[in-house]
Every structure is written in C-alpha cells, then in structure tokens.
C-alpha cells in the first residue's frame, strides 16, 4: 500500500470510535441528500411529464402576435380613433388546412386543428360552464394522450350520433350524467344544440375532468356559430424539450400567436427552478453540516499526532506528503461514508416510495421518486469535496509544525 | 574544498520574544567522516539546540551550517527535508517510535519516503537492520511490547534505514538503565568503527563522553572547548 494511504488507514483504524461518528455523519448527510434529490426531482419530472402529456406541446391560435393597425394610422403619424367597433366574430386562422401542410414539412412531430370554444352544459336541472374543445378523432390521438384515458368509449365514438361529446368523469359525475344521456350545451354565441354522452375520459387532473368535453370540430363551429373555423393548431413535438424553439419558429413562419407548453406553464417551471435552489442549498447544508463532524476527527487526530508529526519531519518527510496524510484521512472518511449513504439513501428512498398518500389535486397514490446515477455521484462529490476541505485545515496546520517544538517539549 | 560531512559556520541561534534568548551564539566547527562526537555541557547549555542545527531540524538564526560542503541556508524546506531523509539518521532520547506500527514498520517508514527500494527490499532491509541489534524476534511487534532499551535499539535501526553517513543523536541513553545504556552506547560505538559512520551524541554522562573521539564542550550556547583524543576509544 502506498505509504500516504498506510500512515492515514493506520490513523483512522485506530480512532475507530471517532472515525465511525464521521462517517455516520457523511453517510447520513449523502443518504438524505439522495432522498430529498430522489424526490423532489422525481416529483418534478412527474409533474412535468403528466404536464407534457396532458397538454398539446405547442398551441398555435387565431391571434395574431401585432394587433392589426387601421389604414388611417399608417398614413398618419398621429392619428386618434374614437368609437371604432371591432368585429365581434373571431377571426379564426386562414387556411389552417394549408398552414398545416407547410409546417408539416418541417416541424418534428404531429399536428391537429382544434376548435376552442365555452359553454353551458345543462343537464338535470344542473347548468355548468364548458370548455369544449372540437377535434378530429383521427388525429387527436397524435398529439394528445386523451385516448389513452378514455373510461368509456372511444374518441371514435364521436362519429356515433350526430351532436356526440365526451365528458370528463368528474364533469359527468358532477351532473349525474352517464353514457347515452342527452344533455343541452348553449354557447357565448347564442347556439344552442343537444347533444348525446358518448364516453368519459379521465386525465388524472382534476381541472380537465371536471370542465372539459371534447365534441367533433364540426359541432364546435356550430356552437361558434362559424362554419369552417379553426381557432388553434395544436402540434406535438417529437421531444417536448425542443417545443420552445419550435414554437418561436412558427410564430415567425405564420405570424401567429405560437405557445409552447414550456411558456404557457412558465411560472410552474420557474417554482420548480425555485424549489431546485432551495433544495440544492438545502443538501449542500446538509453536506456542510456532516462535513464538521470530518474536520472534528481529522482536527482531533492530529492534535494527537503532533508528535509524530515531528517525528516523521525529522526523519525526512515534506510538509505535502504531511498534508496528503491528513488528506487522505478525510478522503477516506469522506468516501466511506458516501459508499454508505449510497445504501442508506437508497433504502429511505425505496421507503418514501412505498408511502401510500392521497392529494387532492391528482390521482397519484405513491410519492414519485426518481433514481438517478446523477444524485449519488452528486452527493458524492458536495461529500468528497467537504471532507477535502474539512480536512485540508487540520492537514496544514499539521505540515506547518515545526518539529523542534514537539521535541523540545516532549523531552 | 571541505572534507567536512557537517559544517557550522558561525551559527548563532536566538529565539525572538519580548526578551530575546540566545539558544546557541557563534559556534563554528566541522564533523569529518568516521568521527564519534560527544557534545556536552550543563542542562540548557544549547547541546541539544546545536544539534538541532547540525541535523537541519532548525534554521540558524546566523551562520549557515553545511552538509557535504553545501549550504543548508539557500536550501528549500523540501531540499532540507531530502537531506535529512538521505544523508541524516536522528536518534532521540525517547525512542519517538509511531506507536500504531510494527517495529519493522517503523524502521521501513525512513525507506518507503525515499522510495529508491522495492517494496520486498525494503522489508527485507528492515528485518535485517531489527536482526542485527538483535530484535529479530520482535519483528512483528508494536513498539509498547518491547523494554526501553529495545525501543531505542529499534530507533537505531530507523536512523540507519537509508544508510545515512551521519547519525545524530540527542541523550540517546538519557532515560535507559544502565544494561540498556551500555548495550546501546555500545550500538553507536560499532556504527563508527563497524559501518564507517559518523556519530554525533549530546549527553550528559561523562563516563561516555570519555570514551568518545572527540568531546565538544558547549557552555551558555558557546563552544567552550573542541577536544580530541589521542586514539579512538
């Protein structure tokens, strides 16, 4: 073994005691620092992904990124306008089956044309207020995961009646409607239709379920009032990380209004960035905090080994092979208890995971955690460098001893 | 050019503080080869001080003193550390031994710093160095398992680990037993006439120091008399 290694080995085996209160301090501090990375990440990816699933990627709509300027206040410089009446109907985009087809050419990914639209639903006596959303069931399923939440029926059973929709289950439940119920839906616009319950859905977001319905594009230009409209193009990117950009581009190409799921949600992702801060200062504390208990032994020892810190002097060692030694003593404090941690975080994160919990905003029974090679080598390394540094102190003082001193006092 | 193995050139030794004390003031003399040297003198005369200086444990104040016709003072703390590593075997009066390692260990550290032999060399060097001071059957043990006098035969055997020339020791019988004392004089008296070293004791026991080459007498950190014998004892 190499001679640095034996002398610290040697130290640190015979302070056995106070070497393990250190490294059950660095392993407690890496454990729960892999705990808290596990879960808050893993939250965070949750979110995020179910967020991704749940939403279209980018959602290109009818208004337009410059309000249109009057003919008048392009040819004057100063020019006032007073009881202009704006065009109640919504413009809806313009040739969307061609805007389409030219972004098809180009954006990595599917998309869809959709109709938004609010109303009334009324059933039972009961009147709640809709987001309808009109689309085309052949290719919804490309850009939504909405067929994979049906509960009842399909998207393709909206071609079974003529004013066919599909609830939310929390929506259906809400007003004690069930499969084949006629229910009436009257949109802002005046129009009134019945319409037949042909399936639920359920997203696991308790908003979706319980204010949407997904009817045929047709019908939500009906209830618009608008034959023909599209008011949004709704794309999903083949990587959702990328919808930014795709976004921007588009909205130059069409001129319309292009959000990514990334900017409409912007300030949940910027909490999560928030709560990332808080918990990397958080394990960087934690880290810190077991760092102390590594300067503690490694200062102790060498208060102990003051004299043989003279001796090994005297006999012809430099002050950095000195310093290595008590180095390397928190290196392998440092290390152990992060191999240990390993472990220990491993196992406090398998028991977080198993916790059973109810919350009221989704359906998630099991803290999401998430296992990542990241965490432990980060852990690993905020440990290695604390005990580097715990240790460092101690280390000079050591190889700045002056061996006549020790001598003279020991003799 | 010097013959000298050690040189002390002027060296004076005063520890700053609101009253200055002066440890060691304008000693010169020169250590050649095969030389066995007793420095001695009253308690806190500077014995020990001045070979503190000798074997580069201290930095003199002025003066410089000089390993094999060099300068110590130009030298960096490494270069001095190289050349007590190579050229310097200290022996204390405690036998400053590391109490967690074997004996073979502790005699092997001097080795494994300098790092010029294998690592079965090096074990079989120290076995042999514990075997010639008849300490080969305590090989194995820790040095708290051995009396006084094999301790410090064991931290004879640590100043020769790298066959040093010089071997400086400071009251090296002060705290044995008579037996133990003569075994160990008698150590230091063969390294000179045995091994051709050189070796340089502080004591404060006459009866030793007249069986020595040459006695330095060192009184209030002067050189009060450098005498000679007539024939090595």
């Known amino acids: 073994m190499n001679l640095i290694l034996t002398i610290a080995w040697t130290h640190v085996r015979h302070r056995a005691r106070q070497t393990l209160v250190a490294i059950a301090g660095v392993m407690t501090g890496v454990g729960f620092s892999i705990m808290m990375a596990a879960m808050m990440e893993g939250s965070q990816d949750d979110f995020i992904r179910t967020l991704v699933d749940a939403l279209p990627h980018i959602s290109i709509t009818d208004e337009l990124r410059e309000p249109t300027r009057q003919p008048a206040d392009i040819v004057y410089a100063a020019a006032e306008f007073h009881g202009l009446t704006p065009d109640v109907r919504r413009p809806g985009i313009k040739n969307p089956m061609a805007t389409i087809a030219s972004l098809q050419t180009w954006v990595p990914g599917a998309l869809t044309p959709s109709v938004q639209s609010k109303a009334v639903l009324r059933f039972a006596g009961r009147n709640l207020t809709t987001s309808i959303i009109g689309i085309d069931p052949r290719t919804e399923a490309d850009v939504s995961n909405i067929a994979t939440h049906m509960k009842q029926g399909t998207l393709n059973s909206l071609y079974r009646a003529s004013n066919a929709i599909l609830l939310g289950d929390r929506l259906a439940n809400k007003i004690g409607a069930r499969v084949n119920s006629n229910i009436t839906l009257a949109s802002a616009e005046g129009a009134s239709m019945n319409a037949t319950v042909v399936g639920t859905f359920h997203t696991g977001f308790r908003m979706t379920d319980e204010t949407t319905g997904y009817v045929l594009l047709k019908t939500a230009q009906v209830l618009e009032r608008q034959t023909g409209i599209v008011n949004e193009i709704r794309v999903r990117t083949r990587d959702p990380m990328a919808a930014r950009l795709i976004s921007e581009r588009i909205g130059e190409q069409t001129g319309y209004k292009s959000i990514s799921w990334q900017e409409a949600q912007e300030d949940l992702l910027s909490a999560i960035t928030l709560r990332n801060v808080l918990m990397y200062t958080i394990v960087g504390a934690i880290l810190l905090v077991a760092s102390f208990g590594t300067y503690n032994i490694i200062s102790t020892i060498t208060h102990e080994k003051t004299r043989d810190i003279a001796i090994l002097k005297s006999l012809g060692f430099r002050d950095h092979t000195i310093r290595a030694v008590f180095i390397v003593e928190s290196l392998l404090v440092g290390l152990v208890g992060a191999v240990l941690g390993w472990i220990f975080g491993y196992l406090l994160t398998r028991g977080l995971a198993s916790l059973e919990f109810k919350t009221p905003f989704s359906d998630y029974n099991h803290l999401p955690v998430l296992y990542s090679v990241k965490h432990y080598l980060l852990a690993t390394g905020v440990a290695l460098l604390s005990s580097v540094v715990a240790g460092y102190f101690p280390a000079r003082s050591a190889a700045r001893l002056h061996p006549v001193d020790i001598i003279r006092g020991a003799t | ?233």
Do not use: C, W
Request: glycine share 8%; charged share 20%.
């Open chain 2, 1 to 233: 050019m010097s013959a000298a193995l050690i040189e002390a050139r002027g060296v004076s030794k005063v520890l700053a503080g609101i009253v200055p004390v002066t440890l060691v003031q304008d000693i010169s003399l020169a250590i050649l080869p095969r030389e066995f040297i007793a420095i001695t003198g009253p308690s806190g005369s500077g014995k020990s001080s001045l070979l503190y200086l000798l074997g580069l444990l201290d930095l003199p104040t002025t003066g410089e003193v000089l390993i094999d016709g060099q300068s110590t003072t130009v030298m960096t703390e490494d270069e001095r550390a190289e050349v007590r590593l190579t050229r310097l075997g200290f022996v204390f009066q405690f036998h400053f031994l590391l109490p967690e390692f074997s004996i073979t260990e502790n005699v092997a550290l001097p080795m494994r710093a300098l790092g010029r032999l294998p690592p079965r060399a090096i074990v079989a060097r120290a076995e042999e160095l514990l075997d010639s001071f008849g300490l080969g059957d305590h090989r194995h043990k820790t040095p708290d398992q051995l009396s006084g006098g094999q301790r410090q035969r064991v931290a004879v055997a640590r100043a020769l680990a790298n066959d040093p020339p010089v071997i400086l020791a400071d009251e090296p019988t002060g705290s044995l037993d008579s037996v133990s004392t003569t075994q160990v004089f008698g150590i230091l008296r063969d390294l000179v006439a045995l091994r051709g070293k050189t070796v340089v004791a502080v004591t404060h026991d006459l009866n030793l120091a007249s069986q020595m080459h040459r006695r330095i007498h060192v009184v209030d950190g002067r050189l009060a008399n450098d005498e000679t014998a007539a024939a090595p004892a």
